[in-house]
T-cell receptor, first 117, second 114 residues
């Protein structure tokens, strides 16, 4: 139980276009989801906390107009990278807090490799 | 501000060895601590979760301990196998009034040689 599905697993886009990444909780409801960014050989950096039915909370230094987060339902959060540039190329991972039956541990999606050319 | 440190950054061992990965954190006021495994280009797989009131958790060849007062956790891997090669990340979870966030260490890259 407590599975998070993330799509797409990889995407290549042209500079200036927008890309949407989806994160779904498959067998539980997630009122809160988290979006991380990971550079090669580095750890995960929290970008924002996605709250169902309300605005996301962004970490310091993360541009909210560039990384749009929508959490319209209890099982789906999306991250849209707007007007992508090569420096946005990275590995993006979402996470959700599992329910009590899973000890409230965090479960992660499989990640999305974004390459902006 | 909570900071998490993992030592060593990289580790290479021959197959069959028992090994210990270390994780330290600066603020003992944590909700729980979780160990993850990450294979190259993949997401994170949860290995063990230790609640703040617990001292250790075991799963198969893995054993994780938690000493909250000293701000330390260790992940013990018994009889290592080449399939254990991956990056191991520890993360502490803050309390909900602090956002319930996970704060990650930099990871230990483990290589188990056949």
């Amino acid at each position: 139980g407590a599975v998070v599905s993330q799509h797409p697993s990889w995407v290549i886009c042209k500079s200036g276009t927008s890309v949407k990444i989806e994160c779904r909780s498959l067998d539980f409801q997630a009122t809160t989801m988290f979006w991380y960014r990971q550079f090669p050989k580095q750890s995960l950096m929290l970008m924002a906390t996605s709250n169902e039915g309300s605005k996301a909370t962004y970490e310091q230094g993360v541009e909210k107009d560039k990384f749009l987060i929508n959490h319209a339902s209890l099982t789906l959060s999306t991250l849209t990278v707007t007007s992508a540039h090569p420096e946005d190329s990275s590995f993006y991972i979402c996470s959700a807090r599992a329910p009590r039956t899973a000890n409230y541990g965090y479960t992660f999606g499989s990640g999305t490799r974004l390459t902006v050319v | 501000k909570q900071e998490v440190t993992q030592i060593p950054a990289a580790l290479s061992v021959p197959e069959g060895e028992n090994l210990v990965l270390n994780c330290s954190f600066t603020d003992s006021a944590i909700y729980n601590l979780q160990w993850f495994r990450q294979d190259p280009g993949k997401g994170l797989t949860s290995l063990l979760l230790i609640q703040s009131s617990q001292r250790e958790q075991t799963s198969g060849r893995l054993n994780a301990s938690l000493d909250k007062s000293s701000g330390r956790s260790t992940l013990y891997i018994a009889a290592s196998q080449p399939g254990d090669s991956a990056t191991y990340l520890c993360a502490v979870r803050l309390w909900n009034n602090q956002g319930g966030k996970l704060i990650f260490g930099q990871g230990t890259e483990l290589s188990v040689k056949p």
